[in-house]
């Protein structure tokens, strides 16, 4: 990994100098668009409209237009700003783990201890630990000031940049202000159902499937050319539907069929009542075991 940046994290007076890596990674196939009627590759150009220049990045500046006038941020301009000058993730206050909204959380970065010592970077690791709190930070990188929680993960301590507030939309559901009266049987019913898929949250066991098919899409191109047979490939498909019913359903009923597939899948063998599978939710991680719920038969 290559460092990305390196500062310092300030809480008080201490000061706990570190490099930035990026936690994360993507691994979709890269695709590119061509002419679908000779396969020539469409390339977009960075062209000047006053002189139809094709411009380079190392000539191109920044500008904010309010209507009326332009102004030219340059390069330098934009590095002189005090915030984008500053190296430090700067300790504002240190909240409760769970205070935090998972809505907010944006892109993660790992820290490394940048100096001689590591003894100020194991000491707020374990502040962090023994304290079971986050710590709100604030902070500059790429030309953005950014909010940023810190915590850890397998003694490494993770820099999560936050979203601020007024970039997470409010919404409000006209069908959700309607009284909704949901049933204890009901109730009953959808916790035991959610119990049938009750499980540990294991990341390894779940794959990407879409891109898993795009490569065996390529491969099978590769080999018969346009005259691939995607049937012949896949499988033949099922019918989807957009999720919608026209029809009022009878949720006592669903509740109760898939309840009843669930437990006929576990009798079957599936890991987990299925964990692996993408339509399985991060929701079914929810501590195993904490509340015994009664199965309706």
């Known amino acids: 990994m290559r460092a ?38 469409i390339r977009y150009q960075r062209k000047c409209e006053v002189c139809g220049a094709i411009v380079s990045y190392d000539h191109i500046d920044k500008a ?64 962090l630990e023994e304290t079971d709190r986050t710590a709100i930070v604030r902070f500059a990188l790429r030309q953005k000031t950014r909010l940023g929680a810190l915590r850890v993960r397998e003694d ?8 601020w507030e007024d970039e997470v939309r409010e919404v409000r559901f006209p069908a959700l202000e309607e009284h909704i009266r949901i049933s204890a049987k009901e109730l009953e019913m959808s916790e035991a159902l959610v119990e049938s898929f009750s499980s540990r ?35 033949e498909q099922p019918e989807t539907t957009d999720g919608a019913s026209a029809e009022p359903i009878d949720l006592m009923e669903v509740l109760q069929r898939s309840i009843e597939r669930q437990r006929g899948t576990k009798r079957a063998g599936a890991p987990d009542g299925g964990a692996g599978k993408p339509s399985t939710s991060k929701a079914t991680a929810t501590k195993t075991g904490t509340r015994k719920t009664k199965k309706t038969a």
């Open 4 to 41: 990305i940046w390196k500062g310092a994290v300030t809480f008080g007076l201490v000061n706990v100098p570190v490099k930035v890596y990026s936690a994360t990674e993507d691994h979709d196939l890269s695709l590119h668009q061509v002419h679908d009627a000779d396969g020539g590759r």
């Open 64 to 127: 904010y237009q309010d209507g009326e006038q332009t102004v030219v941020l340059t390069a330098d301009d934009l590095a002189s700003l005090p915030e984008e000058r500053s190296r430090e993730i700067e300790v504002v206050e240190f909240v409760p783990s769970d205070d935090l909204d998972p809505i907010m959380f944006e892109r993660s970065y790992y820290l490394e201890p940048d100096s001689a010592s590591s003894k100020a970077y194991v000491l707020l690791r374990r502040t």
């Open 156 to 163: 490494v301590i993770v820099l999560q940049s936050l979203l």
């Open 201 to 235: 949250f294991r990341p390894d066991v779940f794959v990407d499937e879409y891109q898993a098919q795009l490569r065996k899409l390529i491969e099978a191109k590769l080999e018969q050319g346009d005259a691939l047979d995607t049937a012949a490939t896949f499988g």
